[in-house]
């Protein structure tokens, strides 16, 4: 594959990456270890096969409906989300009469009356995402809507549901399997930030009409060689995935706290918040890590760009690029003379100008920069980007000595708040919490 990373404005010689460099052996027996044990679905993908059947299978149930209603959280939505706003922009533009998709991801009582007043219930069919099945923000929501969809479709409602959720196990699973609800599993070992190349993401990548073939093509450019039984450490340093995570885990040595995500793919603005939660998630641990900042372009230039450039220096940079951006309009050639310098000129110049201008800015007040630059904004460009980069998180972790698979510390929040609820089981949380409420 290509190198799509540009090391130009990386500072390397600033950073102590050869520290890392040297581990590439002991990475390459690493990988070798957890994808022949099956531990790491992201990279080997062993349900690809099953997955597309069960695509193909699900086309002809999608074609009744007008309207996907996801319910989902976390790793859970935001795949979806920057799949839809990257691809599907028409839905977000004046006059859109085709399909839509809905993503309801948080208690939000607003956004969730309004579906429920406004989706035609016998044209909407509601995906409910949860890999463990019993998160309380999402399966809230799936009563209240099941609730709804019972009270307008009478004994059909069961047809216009979908779970997305562990095979075997979960509150999801026992409703699939209770009321006959169509459902698709979530890989196992597959964590949810992970999981937007399974059925969580796909789903309704396919109700939107992208092709879901060239998202897993495009990934599988960047795992295949990460998961080959014949990988070593001469072929892993070559590899982009590795030496991203060694800048990643090199530039923390240096107290580099942050990672801003900048992307002047205007539409794939959402990818900076799943690449947001991807990281965090995975490499916020033990009192280390880096803080993901998403940030578009040009939009941020005029807003948090100040503090890039001038606030604290402790700032690196992904920067996501496409040179082959649509055109777009022309400006007139008969503009004012203070604009002469766009006159005849297209929107696509522009915003690779601004690109341009952002980078070397940045680059120049000491920012380390990595450019990534996609050859197309396409769905298998989307791929390869969501396989770097996950690929890329896992072993900035192991870098760093974390484990990047797992999120303990989210877990307390959740436990109060159902402490606070009143649930089963949490004495402790609850003497804590009226603590806490008291002190
Ligand atoms: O990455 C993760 O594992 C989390 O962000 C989960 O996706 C999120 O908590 C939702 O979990 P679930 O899919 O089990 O409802």
Known sequence: MADILDWTNADLNRLDMAAYEARADEMAARLKQETGAGRLPFLTMPYEAELKAQLADLEGFLKGFDHMLLLGIGGSALGARALQKAFHPGQDQPGHTGR?????????????AAYMEKLPPEKTVVVTVSK???????????????????????????????????????????????????ALPVPDNLG???????????????????????????????TAALADPGLDGGKLAAQS???????????????????????????????????????????????????????VGVTDQHSVNQMFMDGLRNKACLFLTC???????????????????????????????????TRMALSESGVPLVEIRLGA????????????????????????????LDQPAVE????????????????????????????
Request: hydrophobic fraction near 45%.
């Open 132 to 182: 463990s099945g019993g998160t309380i923000e999402t399966v809230g929501q799936y009563f209240i809507v099941k609730e709804w969809m019972r009270g307008t479709l009478g004994d059909d409602w069961a047809k216009h549901m979908l779970l997305v959720t562990d095979e075997k196990q979960g509150f999801l699973r026992g409703e699939a399997d209770g009321f006959g609800i169509r």
């Open 412 to 439: 307390l929040g959740k436990r109060l708040a159902k402490a606070r609820m009143n649930a089963d089981g949490l004495e402790k949380e609850k003497a804590d919490l009226n603590g806490f409420l008291t002190a």
């Open 241 to 295: 995935a590795f030496r991203l995570a060694a800048w990643g885990a090199a530039l923390m040595d240096k107290g580099f706290a942050e990672m801003i995500f900048f992307t002047y793919i205007p539409l794939w603005a959402s990818f900076g918040d799943w690449f947001a939660q991807l990281w965090a998630e995975s490499l916020g641990k033990e009192g280390r890590g880096s803080q993901p900042v998403p940030a």
């Open 100 to 112: 839509s998709l809905w993503i309801a991801d948080n208690v939000d009582a607003y956004a969730l």
């Open 323 to 357: 040179p082959n951006l649509p055109a777009g309009p022309k400006f007139p050639s008969d503009l004012p003379d203070q604009f002469a310098y766009v006159r005849g000129k297209d929107f696509g110049e522009l915003i690779q100008a601004e690109g341009l201008g």
């Open 377 to 404: 904004d396409s769905p298998r460009q989307a791929g390869k980007l969501i396989g770097l980069l996950g690929a890329a998180t896992i072993l900035t972790g192991w870098l760093m000595g974390i484990n990047p």
């Open 192 to 222: 949810g930030r992970y999981s937007v190349l399974s059925a969580v993401g796909l789903i309704p990548a396919l109700f939107l009409g992208m092709d879901t073939d060239a998202l897993m093509a495009g990934a599988r450019e960047v």
